[in-house]
């Protein structure tokens, strides 16, 4: 039988990234143009679905998305903002970028400034960057002793199933770039006056920690990619089939949920002749 | 000489709605082929500039874009940030719906919840509704006394001159519409099943009061179409027209605009010698 999108994509209790090719097209479009129509095609039934979730909420439905983007620099976060989130009305979204964390979020617990920004009911919500950044860059920088960053992978089972028991569906998306292919776009990015703005000095210093960071991401997929909230890794070298790929585990995933458009609580004739009459 | 997009729709003290054509086409496509293809281009020139602006922005620089959406019911503010907000990266967007006050909101000054939500630097805000309805429903429905209606459209210049000055650009637009069309949208709004859940009886007590909202919405024009923030009277009969102008009223505003990417702040050829070191 045929694999869904999120079978193919999914991982588990044994990820292992250098298994995984960042330049794999497992499943769908073969080629940029096949891409770019499959894409058109996932951006209306999204489109139709996100409006049925936002129906749904607007009759009293608790239910949401959260999709988690995380990879390295240049991996395409902003990429899947831009052209998947990108696909349906701007005002069903709520994006939260999650940077450094400032003094006053370094006071409270990781979750807080994460809690905040969980999307409501009827919304597509969008991390990028998230929680995981307290098992990756904290980790790996040493910014917490170790028996704090280890006691986080639970703190994030608890919070992910939490959220899901409250009707949030969670969709994490690892972008999954190589080295080369990063070098590639930074260099790009110097290249380009119009991308300069994205360089920042301090990815480099990031880069030369490649094989701490994929210890770390293989650890948060390990532990976290729970029924409630799965990871998925997305071969990300080629950005059509990162965008594709990510559209149609959102498709997939919203076609499961099934959001309905609520009964009206009015009477449809009654209020049919209501307006009729109301001549101005 | 041919008028802007912005002299077109541009009202100021003598602003009279019923001298202006719902279903006008003062300048622009004539049909809804030409407007497609229009708003197409138009998409890319808005993805260009509000790319710059964000740039600008992490560069440091303060100017942001508000655009401001006002009208009756069906008019199209919802359908204008779908198809107008939409053709830009959601990343830059900062839409705000603004409903009902609460009662934490009605205990403080009716701008408090506005400042809340005015765009960063770097951002597109969008207003579906705004500060314009404590002259309009709060006028109309008498929620507060006259002389503090009254009051309030000095209040608004001010606010508005003083986001002006910090770096905000204003872009009010009123969208225009018939009561027939306003009929006809509300019975389609009935009838499609999937649009029923935006219909709400109260619409239709909003509906009977229109020649008081034309009153009120009328000085709001009059009073409120400053330098720093004018008013646009957009024809909205037509939706394809309409989101045609707002569009081309957007992107006539950041064209002027000029936002610019920021220099870099690094030595170029040093860090892509950093990039070609950094072998992971």
Same mark, same amino acid.
């Given at each position: *039988?045929?694999?869904?999108?999120?079978?193919?994509?999914?991982? !588990? #209790?044994?990820?292992?990234?250098?298994?995984?090719?960042?330049?794999?097209?497992?499943?769908? $479009?073969?080629?940029?143009?096949?891409?770019?129509?499959?894409?058109?095609?996932?951006?209306?039934? %999204?489109? =139709?679905?996100?409006?049925?979730l936002t129906a749904e909420a607007?009759?009293?439905?608790?239910? +949401?998305?959260?999709?988690?983007? @995380?990879? *390295?620099?240049?991996?395409?976060?902003?990429?899947?903002?831009?052209?998947? &989130?990108?696909?349906?009305?701007?005002?069903?979204?709520?994006?939260?970028?999650?940077?450094? $964390?400032?003094?006053?979020?370094?006071?409270?617990?990781?979750?807080?400034?994460?809690? /905040?920004?969980?999307?409501?009911?009827?919304?597509? !919500?969008?991390?990028?960057? +998230?929680?995981? /950044?307290?098992?990756?860059? #904290?980790?790996?920088?040493?910014?917490?002793?170790?028996?704090?960053?280890? =006691?986080?992978?639970?703190?994030?089972?608890?919070?992910?199933?939490? %959220?899901?028991? @409250?009707?949030?569906?969670?969709?994490?998306?690892?972008?999954?770039?190589?080295?080369?292919?990063?070098?590639?776009? %930074?260099?790009?990015?110097?290249?380009?006056?119009?991308?300069?703005?994205?360089?920042?000095?301090?990815?480099?210093?990031?880069?030369?920690?490649?094989?701490?960071? *994929? @210890?770390?991401?293989?650890?948060?997929?390990?532990?976290?990619?729970?029924? #409630?909230?799965?990871?998925?890794?997305?071969?990300?070298?080629?950005?059509?089939?990162?965008?594709? #790929?990510?559209?149609?585990?959102? &498709?997939?995933?919203?076609?499961? *949920?099934?959001?309905?458009?609520?009964?009206?609580?009015?009477?449809?004739?009654?209020?049919? &002749?209501?307006?009729?009459? =109301?001549?101005?």
């Amino acid at each position: *039988m045929k694999k869904s999108v999120r079978e193919t994509f999914r991982v !588990g #209790a044994d990820a292992d990234l250098s298994a995984i090719d960042s330049k794999g097209r497992p499943i769908g $479009p073969r080629d940029k143009a096949a891409a770019a129509e499959a894409v058109r095609d996932l951006g209306m039934r %999204l489109d =139709a679905l996100q409006e049925a979730l936002t129906a749904e909420a607007s009759g009293g439905g608790p239910r +949401s998305v959260l999709l988690v983007l @995380q990879g *390295m620099d240049t991996a395409g976060k902003g990429g899947v903002v831009r052209h998947v &989130a990108g696909l349906v009305n701007p005002q069903g979204l709520a994006i939260a970028s999650f940077k450094e $964390p400032t003094a006053e979020e370094l006071a409270r617990d990781f979750l807080w400034r994460i809690r /905040e920004r969980v999307p409501r009911p009827g919304q597509i !919500g969008v991390f990028d960057r +998230s929680h995981y /950044e307290d098992v990756l860059v #904290a980790r790996v920088d040493r910014l917490v002793p170790e028996e704090v960053w280890r =006691a986080r992978y639970d703190a994030i089972n608890a919070f992910e199933a939490e %959220l899901d028991s @409250q009707g949030v569906t969670i969709v994490k998306c690892m972008l999954h770039i190589s080295p080369e292919k990063q070098a590639e776009r %930074l260099l790009e990015r110097l290249d380009d006056p119009a991308k300069r703005w994205k360089y920042n000095p301090h990815d480099v210093d990031t880069r030369l920690k490649w094989p701490q960071y *994929m @210890q770390a991401y293989t650890d948060a997929l390990r532990f976290c990619s729970t029924d #409630a909230a799965p990871w998925y890794v997305i071969p990300s070298d080629r950005k059509w089939y990162r965008n594709w #790929a990510v559209a149609a585990l959102l &498709a997939e995933t919203l076609t499961a *949920m099934g959001p309905r458009f609520p009964e009206p609580d009015f009477d449809l004739e009654a209020e049919k &002749a209501r307006v009729k009459a =109301a001549v101005v």
